[in-house]
């Protein structure tokens, strides 16, 4: 059983910055690669960045590249969310997730999924 708990998020205005946090307890967090997925109300989730396990491999959905960077810190069990140039259309509960399917980008190759942290983005 892994425990997932995301931290950091609220509300900032566009252009602002947050850093989020997901810390894992439980079973074993540095062998697997691990992601962050986003979900807006009405709409389905999707996928925001994923890092390898020993965070030499990082992968971002196109809606964020060049603003926001994962990384992690095996020895604390955590992986962060820097997220920069926020614009409103970022506003959605953040997830963090362990992978253990093939794909990264997929919903369904992440098992232990957080209870989220809400990020809101004013105009």
């Known amino acids: 059983q892994v425990q997932l708990v995301e931290s950091g998020g609220g509300l900032v205005q566009a252009g602002g910055s947050l850093r989020l946090s997901c810390v894992a307890s439980g079973r074993t967090f540095s062998g697997y690669t691990m992601g962050w997925f986003r979900q807006a109300p009405g709409k389905e989730r999707e996928f925001v960045s994923a890092i390898s396990w020993s965070g030499s491999n990082t992968y971002y959905g196109d809606s964020v590249k060049g603003r926001f960077t994962i990384s992690r810190d095996n020895a604390k069990n955590t992986v962060y969310l820097q997220m920069n140039s926020l614009k409103p259309e970022d506003t959605a509960v953040y997830y963090c997730?362990?992978?253990?399917?093939?794909?990264?980008?997929?919903?369904?190759?992440?098992?232990?999924w957080g209870q989220g942290t809400q990020v809101t983005v004013s105009s």
């Open positions: 997730a362990r992978r253990v399917g093939s794909s990264y980008v997929y919903t369904s190759s992440y098992t232990y």
